[in-house]
Antibody, heavy 116, light 108 residues
Framework: QVQLHQWGAGLLKPSETLSLTCAVY????????WSWIRQPPGKGLEWIGE???????KYNPSLKSRVSTSVDTSKRQISLQLSSVTAADTAIYYC??????????WGQGTLVTVSS | SSELTQDPAVSVALGQTVRITCQGD??????ASWYQQKPGQAPVLVLY???NRPSEIPDRFSGSSSGNTASLIITGAQAVDEADYHC???????????FGGGTKLTVL
């Protein structure tokens, strides 16, 4: 069984940088891709990007210029940074295990609110 | 904008069969995956690949695909199946992940 536990600041001001971390418990870590997905309140899911521990990464073109991701294999953690946030970035953010098709394990979600 | 299209809402009578669809050109080349999301909870994978279910998902959930349309079929819908259902796949080039807008299923 795999569990993903995520954390990070829940309230940001416009122009600040969003930073979230996700710890992975259970099965092998290094052999998988990981993604971040977000969901604005009352709306659908939006893929942010996918990456692995070898540095292979792809990002949503609409966010690519502001997104940075990282993997710490020693801690079994993945991270997301999103710079220059605006109110449009207000959403629940999920870390997920990415099978390059389905997303089979999801973190509990972190609500990030951007407000002045 | 999403490259996958879902009906915003679908309803089904208790115990009946319902089909939730997901349309997009990329589905001609890539399988859809389906997620169930209940209020206040993270999505849960219910179907993926040709017609595969995680072990904990009941067998009343199945899938089909034809052309540019993938379908999630619930045979004998239960009250606990009332939820939002999201589909996802890759884009036509296979480089990006795309989601449908989600379908709210009501069980009457």
């Amino acid at each position: 069984q795999v569990q993903l536990h995520q954390w990070g600041a829940g309230l940001l001001k416009p122009s600040e940088t969003l930073s979230l971390t996700c710890a992975v418990y259970g099965e092998s870590f290094s052999g998988f891709y990981w993604s971040w997905i977000r969901q604005p309140p009352g709306k659908g899911l939006e893929w942010i990007g996918e990456f692995n521990h070898r540095g292979s990464a792809k990002y949503n073109p609409s966010l690519k210029s502001r997104v940075s991701t990282s993997v710490d294999t020693s801690k079994r953690q993945i991270s997301l940074q999103l710079s220059s946030v605006t109110a449009a970035d207000t959403a629940i953010y999920y870390c997920v295990r990415d099978l390059r098709g389905p997303f089979d394990y999801w973190g509990q979600g972190t609500l990030v609110t951007v407000s002045s | 904008s999403s490259e996958l299209t879902q009906d915003p809402a679908v309803s089904v009578a208790l115990g009946q069969t319902v089909r939730i669809t997901c349309q997009g050109d990329s589905l001609r080349n890539f399988y859809a995956s389906w997620y169930q999301q209940k209020p206040g909870q993270a999505p849960v994978l219910v179907l993926y690949g040709e017609n595969n279910r995680p072990s904990e998902i009941p067998d009343r959930f199945s899938g089909s695909s034809s052309g540019n349309t993938a379908s999630l079929i619930i045979t004998g819908a239960q009250a606990v199946d009332e939820a939002d259902y999201h589909c996802n796949s890759r884009d036509r080039a296979g480089n990006q992940v795309v989601f449908g807008g989600g379908t709210k299923l009501t069980v009457l």
